[in-house]
């Protein structure tokens, strides 16, 4: 099966394990990551204001390049696929909205049609954990990894439907699915900070700090994720846990991993 | 004076897709937002502010640049009021406004370090300038 991909900037630079694994754990899953050609950046959030439109014309033009490949659009990044996935809503209920974007993709016209997963998403809704399990080669038996869900996986709930907005299991499922014990603990739905790094070092300290503790308390070795800014935010701010991209745990388990 | 601030809160309004009327008040999405403790008017403010007109505080405070964009307030509000869209609202109406950006390309090479990712440079500029 083939997919549309979008990787996002920072998977082509500081992210690369969360791209290169992705790819390669999808193969061996038999799904072809097909890199959308000449995408560019989604911007990292999504602009809430309606009538803004340059904002997201990039997620508008990746979405329709998947329609005319009548392919699902993928995505890793949690800042990508939250981007994309309220950029579709919004083609899909405000008409106003989508009337002045597609001026700009004429003479094609776009409404929500194409189907947007979080690649979490294509491993639970398509590939199936139960099909993932099998092949599972290398299982973390008696690892306990700490999900990490932050903001963007899971809100607006309404919009990202991706799982209960305070009580998640997709990626406690997954780490099941890999031979480890998931970890639950309070934090994991709770913002990291983000962006606010460059704004107020002290707010993303006291955010990240917030969530790496509470983990550690539960207990947790490692502590996994989709978003490489909270990755950063988790590490820079002090976490004797580790904290790696949840594509490396699959690799491990499925025995690529380098 | 007061009518062009009527119409820029009208406005506020209009591109927030907000109805603050429909806010009880409960104060739910101040007690879950992240950045409550560096915020001078809080979420529940924003709305309450906007519904009266009383936007010019908010429209000259650093809260604005506070919110993290997380939507608690917007999944955690049991009337469906979604104050994070009007946070932004504000936050446009006056990063819109020539030289008024609050983060200009000149500042960011002082904040990077070697690991940010450049996820986080392009979400600020998405929300402080334009
Ligand atoms: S979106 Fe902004 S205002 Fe709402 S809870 Fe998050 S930080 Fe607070
Ligand atoms: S949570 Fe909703 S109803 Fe309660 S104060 Fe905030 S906006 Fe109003």
Known sequence: MKVSYFPGCTLKTKAKDLDNYARKCAEVLGVTLEEIPAWQCCGGVFTTSRDEIATKLSSVRALNDAKQKGQPLVSVCSACHNVIKQTNAAMQNDEEFAFKVNNYISPDEYHGETKVYHYLELLRDVIGFDKLKEKVVKPLTGRKIAAYYGCLLLRPGKVMAMDDVENPTIMEDLIRALGAEPVVYAYRNECCGGYIALESKELAKEKSQKVTSNAQEKGAEAIVTACPLCRYNLIKNGTEVPVVYFTELLAEALGIKE | ?130
């Open chain 2, 1 to 130: 004076m007061e009518n062009s601030k009527q119409n820029l809160c009208n406005e506020i309004v209009r591109r927030s897709g907000v109805n603050p009327r429909k806010c009880m008040k409960c104060g739910k999405c101040s007690g879950t937002c992240p950045a409550y403790d560096e915020m001078e008017y809080h979420p529940h403010q924003f709305v309450y502010m906007v519904e009266t007109g009383d936007i010019e505080p908010l429209l000259n405070s650093k809260s604005i640049y506070r919110c993290l964009t997380c939507f608690a307030c917007v999944d955690r509000c049991p009337r469906g009021v979604e104050p994070a869209k009007l946070v932004e609202a504000v936050r446009l109406a006056v990063v819109r406004e020539q030289g008024k950006n609050h983060l200009k390309a000149d500042d960011i090479p002082e904040l990077l370090d070697e690991e940010l990712p450049q996820q986080a440079i392009v979400s600020a500029l998405r929300k402080y300038s334009k």
